[in-house]
Nanobody, 120 residues
Framework: QVQLVESGGGLVQPGGSLRLSCAAS????????MNWFRQAPGKQRELVAG???????TYADSVKGRFTISTDNAKDTVYLQMNSLKPEDTAIYYC??????????????WGQGTQVTVSS
């Protein structure tokens, strides 16, 4: 089992930046992938960015070039650096730990979510 604790959300103006953090209760090298999802009101939860323990990253087209996922293995923490934020980035952001190669089902764990609001 994995507990995930997120922090770093908040209100930011368009064009601004935020960094989300997610501390895991398990060593990151033992987790197949760490992901960030988001869910906006009335929309489905979507994968924003992911990073495998082998160093392979993936990004949603809507955030490529603006968001960066990274890890600090010494702290067992994953980050999502978000730059050039847009109002459409407004959502609850969830940290997700994927113990195996399946992104659904057993072996998948979620953080509590952190609100990101982009507004002037």
């Amino acid at each position: 089992q994995v507990q995930l604790v997120e922090s770093g959300g908040g209100l930011v103006q368009p064009g601004g930046s935020l960094r989300l953090s997610c501390a895991a209760s398990r060593r990151l090298f033992s987790i197949y992938a760490m992901n960030w999802f988001r869910q906006a009101p009335g929309k489905q939860r979507e994968l924003v960015a992911g990073l495998t323990n082998g160093g392979v990253s993936t990004y949603a087209d809507s955030v490529k070039g603006r968001f960066t996922i990274s890890t600090d293995n010494a702290k067992d923490t994953v980050y999502l650096q978000m730059n050039s934020l847009k109002p459409e980035d407004t959502a609850i952001y969830y940290c997700h730990a994927q113990l195996g190669t399946d992104i659904v089902g057993p072996g998948n764990y979620w953080g509590q979510g952190t609100q990101v609001t982009v507004s002037s």
